[in-house]
């Protein structure tokens, strides 16, 4: 079956890379053999079923999810999901916002730009979808995301709870309360 999100295209310049550095890494969309990967040696073990209804979701077309791999390791080193709607429109709407989460870069490759390409291609595929803006939650206490996003041209627009719950990996109900930013940027 072939869903929209497969004739989305992330251009060139940010999915392959311009500059040689660049190029030692992709952006692409995540396959199921990545989904280990994603548990970061076990850090994020916690998360595994989180992980697989994500990717379930990304196959219905309701999320895309963008991983970011080191060519000659072949080792997943980042990720950004996508999703076009939600519960509260201020997060997504289906229709002109996108809601970027789950953002993040493993330490030994931050700060050398990576973590902007993957919000670039996430911005990129809004747009093909007709969006024209993406917002983003931030932790209250995660100064140094939020100076990134703002550096990317996002704004704080509201202020969410951050309460959610999710199944672990060993079928616990677990009770998360993030206080956070919501923050928007106009992609059009
Ligand atoms: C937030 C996060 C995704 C950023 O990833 P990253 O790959 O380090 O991001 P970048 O390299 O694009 O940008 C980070 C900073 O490094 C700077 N930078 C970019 N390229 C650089 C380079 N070659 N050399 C030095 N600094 C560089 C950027 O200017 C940016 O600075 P700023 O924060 O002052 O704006 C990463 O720190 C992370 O995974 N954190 C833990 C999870 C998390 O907090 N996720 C966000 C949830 S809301």
Redesign the pocket.
């Known amino acids: 079956m072939t869903s929209i999100q497969d004739e989305m295209q992330i251009p060139p310049r940010i999915a392959e890379g311009g500059t040689v550095a660049e190029k030692e890494f992709i952006v692409r969309r995540l396959e199921e053999r990545d989904l280990p990967a994603l548990e970061w040696n076990g850090e994020f073990l916690h998360f595994r079923n989180l992980f697989l209804q994500a990717f379930e979701d990304m196959r219905m077309g309701t999320r895309l999810l963008l991983v970011m791999e080191h060519r000659p390791s072949g080792e997943i080193v980042?990720q950004i999901f996508l999703q076009w709607n939600s519960s509260d429109p201020r997060f997504a709407d289906g229709r002109r916002r996108g809601y970027l989460y789950s953002?993040?870069?493993k330490p030994a490759?931050?700060?050398?730009?990576?973590?902007?390409?993957l919000m670039d291609a996430a911005e990129e595929i809004l747009r093909q979808r007709g969006m024209d803006t993406a917002s983003?939650?931030?932790?209250k206490d995660?100064r140094?995301?939020r100076?990134?996003y703002e550096?990317q041209g996002y704004r704080i627009i509201a202020e969410d709870a951050g309460c959610w719950s999710y199944i672990d990996h060993l079928g616990k109900r677990q009770e998360v309360s993030e206080p956070a930013w919501l923050m928007e940027k106009k992609i059009s």
């Open positions: 980042g953002l993040r870069v490759f931050q700060r050398r730009g990576l973590g902007t390409r983003i939650g931030v932790e995660n140094d995301a100076s990134l550096r």
